[in-house]
């Protein structure tokens, strides 16, 4: 099979494109950084790199056009790229962490899906899998833009599961909660080591290997089943009790 990810460089797209090569698919993998793409294409066989922001929708839709003969015919996209900027109250956030996060995980996110669709319908084969998250069904303190874009995902996989009826294209969301060891939380916090180290410290959190497992499961299932969605959260995360705030309000 041929397999795009995107967010290709490092935690859980390069865990994914490393899982999938294991077993001899050929890989596309889409990342600014170029350096970082290059190495993974020495770690793995037939690794094909796009070094291009996913927002450049210009960008995408020339690589797309240039894909070698032997990397046209895409049978999963692994809609990985996306991202959270802060963690602060909405009334503290800075707009243009929103803007950003709207950009990346659900403009880009939809381009590319866009983009891809259409071949996969006309073959009558495929699967797009998103990345989502448990934020997008469960709101937490300063989850406000992250969250919404999250279960924006979500909807968007089921909505496109409505519209793909069918076609025997197969779509999945797939949902982590707490997870470590990938650029996420240090993206999130804007380089602040402590808090990331803090947040994780003892939480026996979910890995990047973890997801590429739950990815690579799902892709490879008989053709005539479709996991809708996947919530998966480490054993030592679970459900907090709803919130009370306890004041004397205004009449």
């Avoid at 020339?62 to 692994?78: A, E, G, R």
């Avoid at 709207?102 to 699967?127: C, D, F």
């Avoid at 993206?187 to 180290?197: A, I, L, S, T």
């Avoid at 089943?225 to 306890?246: D, G, H, K, Y």
Wanted: hydrophobic share 40%; charged share 20%; aromatic share 8%.
């Amino acid at each position: 099979m041929v397999v795009f990810i995107t967010g290709a460089s490092a935690g859980f797209g390069r865990a994914i494109a490393k899982r999938f090569a294991q077993e001899g698919h050929r890989i596309i993998a889409l990342a600014r950084r170029k350096e970082r793409l290059e190495s993974l294409q020495k770690e793995i066989k037939e690794c094909f790199i796009i070094p291009c922001d996913i927002c450049n929708r210009e960008g995408l839709e020339y690589h797309l056009s240039s894909l070698p003969k032997d990397y046209q015919n895409i049978d999963i996209l692994v809609n990985n790229a996306g991202l959270a900027l802060g963690l602060e109250s909405a009334d503290k956030c800075d707009f243009a962490d929103w803007v950003q996060m709207i950009e990346v995980n659900i403009k880009a996110l939809t381009s590319i899906t866009h983009l891809i669709l259409p071949q996969m319908v006309k073959r009558r084969s495929g699967h797009i899998i998103t990345l989502g998250s448990i934020a997008g069904t469960y709101p937490y303190p300063g989850g406000n833009v992250y969250g919404a874009s999250k279960a924006f995902v979500r909807q968007f996989v089921l909505n496109l599961r409505a519209d793909l009826a069918g076609t025997c294209v197969r779509v999945t969301d797939i949902e982590p909660g707490l997870a470590s060891d990938s650029e996420f939380s240090l993206v999130r916090f804007k380089g602040d080591m402590q808090k990331v180290e803090s947040l994780y410290k003892d939480s026996n959190a979910l890995k990047p290997e973890d997801i590429a497992e739950a990815i690579y499961w799902v892709t490879t299932l008989p053709k005539h089943i479709n996991i809708n969605t996947l919530e998966l959260m480490p054993t030592s995360q679970s459900f907090a009790a709803l919130n009370v705030w306890r004041e004397n309000y205004p009449q």
